[in-house]
């Protein structure tokens, strides 16, 4: 089975901070993916990052980075220097075969 | 060309009226989904087409019905909704339905049943 925890309902970041998201999973597979999808008021589901489960390296994609920690079985997203564009729900999922597993979500609000 | 499109955006049906919900994609992806998603939760899987099969059904009451016509579209029929199916639908593709695969969403069709 697979589960998937996004333990922070709600966040909050002035413009041009840092935050971190986390996210803590479960599963039973060896080789399995990470992913940080962004939603934002447009409804349209974005891939933020992906992280290989076997790739010790974090990843990252420009402001967006990843901690991935296999042993604690964690993987937050760090997004720096905050811009209002970010304001969305951020799930966390669990990628297996044929198996998607999502995060509840966290609502990020972006300050000015 | 990286979109996928989904038609129509918005949906009203009553309970006894049939209607389809459109998802097309022009990326070669060979792996298709639908998946519903309830205000403030996360998308729940529904289906799964793989080089236009259906290798994934994720115990979808009948009244929700897909088709997957070539494998650029994916169709999902509706008839006899009850107006707890009201959600928004979300189709996704991807190059494969193998574990990893990244996929790519819609915009959803807000569905409301009446």
């Known amino acids: 089975a697979q589960t998937v925890t996004q333990s922070q309902p709600e966040m909050s970041v002035q413009e041009a901070e840092t935050v971190t998201l986390s996210c803590t999973y479960d599963t039973s597979e060896n080789n399995y993916y990470l992913f940080w999808y962004k939603q934002p008021p447009s409804r349209q589901m974005i891939l933020v990052i992906r992280q290989e489960a076997y790739k010790q390296q974090n990843a990252t994609e420009n402001r967006f980075s990843v901690n991935f920690q296999k042993a604690a079985k964690s993987f937050s997203l760090k997004i720096s220097d905050s811009q209002l564009g970010d304001t969305a729900m951020y799930f966390c999922?669990?990628?297996?075969?044929?198996?998607?597993?999502f995060g509840t979500g966290t609502k990020l609000q972006v300050i000015p | 060309d990286t979109e996928v499109t989904q038609t129509p955006k918005h949906l009203v049906m009553g309970m006894t009226n049939k209607k389809s919900l459109k998802c097309e994609q022009h990326m070669g992806h060979r792996a298709m989904y639908w998946y519903k998603q309830k205000a403030k939760k996360p998308p729940e899987l529904m289906f799964v087409?793989?080089?236009?099969?259906?290798?994934i059904n994720e115990s979808v009451p009948s009244r929700f019905s897909p088709e997957c016509p070539n494998s650029s579209l994916l169709n999902l029929h509706l008839h006899a909704l009850q107006p707890e199916d009201s959600a928004l639908y979300l189709c996704?593709?991807?190059?494969?339905?193998?574990?990893?695969?990244?996929?790519?969403f819609g915009q959803g069709t807000r569905l409301t049943v009446v």
């Open positions: 087409y793989s080089y236009e099969k259906l290798s």
């Open positions: 999922r669990s990628g297996g075969y044929q198996k998607v597993t």
């Open positions: 996704a593709s991807s190059n494969s339905d193998r574990r990893g695969t990244e996929a790519f």
